[in-house]
């Protein structure tokens, strides 16, 4: 791709939401044995957001992608596909993608549809954009990056439980009129061998004519340690590796926005890129994991509070069950947020 001429993409605004229900590390104890010490000590996390009542993720990205539209100065109107990223969806089907078009008013013979990459599912979503809006095919994508983790997790298991939030990301990308691509790299990877280390079963059941007829439990189930190995052995590398083969030098990035799944492995990356602390963005203690929201919604808040400041260049990348990851070097650009 990044060999072919391609129509340069611009993104041209980016938005966030969160529930406002606040669960805290202390508020956990009365659900299991833990601490706030174990958790905060162990992955960065103080607190996450949680949905509540009929809140789900199609409301969450529905308010980000008001917000990324508003600042792109474009309408609903002008969008001209829908890609939701979704790991812990209200509902398979219809797409969220579907659901927030219906939403916004976006014209309704658009394309719009989910793709499954996790906690990389953002940068999955860009790297197909980039692709439709690159060939010609489409001028100008929402993005929309959201999780309702909290409903789909077993609150009985600790391990798992403690790490996720709920929250959206989103992002509206077009075709750059000015000729300068926004996207200075970008790159997926998957390895479905270790595909089993996240997993969340759809419950299901044979028909009641076959044997067994056994149904399945619905968790989000993770293998925290092992995903905890293969990420801090494979993402610093990956991303200094993203670096050089975009000829560049990581001090010539001004901002990391990685992932918020674990600060310990945010700053095994960082400690590889050589970056102080003010050019890496992380929430993770106020939102916990919110899996594909989570690098929009470091994106978009790093910018609503400062943290980020624009113009400006910043790394993304992330991982998750699939195993997935991916990353993009971007440019960001004065009015995004
Ligand atoms: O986007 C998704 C990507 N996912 C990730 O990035 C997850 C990466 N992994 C992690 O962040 C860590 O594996 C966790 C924070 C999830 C868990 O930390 P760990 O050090 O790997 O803990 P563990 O699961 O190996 O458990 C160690 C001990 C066990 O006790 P024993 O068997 O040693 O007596 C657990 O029972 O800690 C216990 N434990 C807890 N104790 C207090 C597990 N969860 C908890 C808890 N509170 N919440």
Redesign the pocket.
């Known amino acids: 791709m990044n060999n072919i001429k391609t129509i340069p993409l611009k993104i041209a605004g980016v938005g966030y939401c969160v529930p406002e229900t606040v669960v805290t590390n202390d508020d ?1 104890t009365k659900l ?4 706030d010490e ?2 905060y000590s ?2 960065g996390i103080k607190e996450r957001r949680l949905v509540s009542g009929n809140e789900s993720a199609v409301d969450l990205g529905a308010k980000a992608a008001e917000h990324a539209i508003a600042k792109s100065g474009l309408k609903a109107e002008d969008i001209d596909m829908v890609i939701s990223a979704s790991s812990a969806p209200p509902e398979l089907y219809p797409a969220i993608g579907c659901r927030i078009q219906a939403h916004l008013g976006i014209p309704n013979d658009v394309p719009a549809f989910d793709i499954t990459a ?2 990389s599912g953002l940068i999955y979503a860009l790297s197909i954009a980039k692709g439709f809006i690159g060939s010609g095919m489409y001028k100008t994508i929402l993005l929309v990056a959201t999780d309702n983790n909290s409903r789909l997790l077993n609150w009985e298991d ?7 939030g709920d929250g959206a990301g989103a992002m509206v990308v077009t075709a750059s009129d000015d000729g300068v691509d926004d996207i200075i790299s970008i790159d997926i990877r998957a390895n479905g061998a270790i595909g089993d280390l ?1 997993k969340l079963p759809l419950a299901g059941k044979n028909c009641p004519l076959v044997e067994p007829n056994t149904e399945e439990p619905q968790f989000i189930e ?1 293998n ?2 092992e ?2 190995k293969f ?1 801090a052995r494979v993402l610093p590398h990956y991303v200094e590796e993203m670096v050089e083969k975009a000829g560049m030098k990581a001090e010539e990035i001004d901002y990391l926005i990685p ?1 918020q ?2 600060l ?2 945010i700053q095994a990356v960082q400690e590889r890129l050589g970056y102080s602390d003010d050019k890496v963005v992380t929430n993770i203690k106020y939102y916990g ?1 919110t ?1 594909a929201a ?1 690098i929009p919604l470091a994106l978009a808040e790093g910018v609503e509070k400062g943290n980020v400041k624009l113009p400006s260049t910043a790394i993304l990348c992330g ?3 699939g195993m997935t990851w991916g990353g993009a070097i971007v440019r960001l650009r004065e009015g995004i947020c």
């Open positions: 956990l299991y044995d833990t601490s174990w958790i162990r992955t996790a906690c600790r391990s798992a439980s403690i790490l996720f996240i993770m925290g340690k995903v905890y990420v992932h799944a674990n310990r492995i994991n899996s989570s991982f998750g069950a």
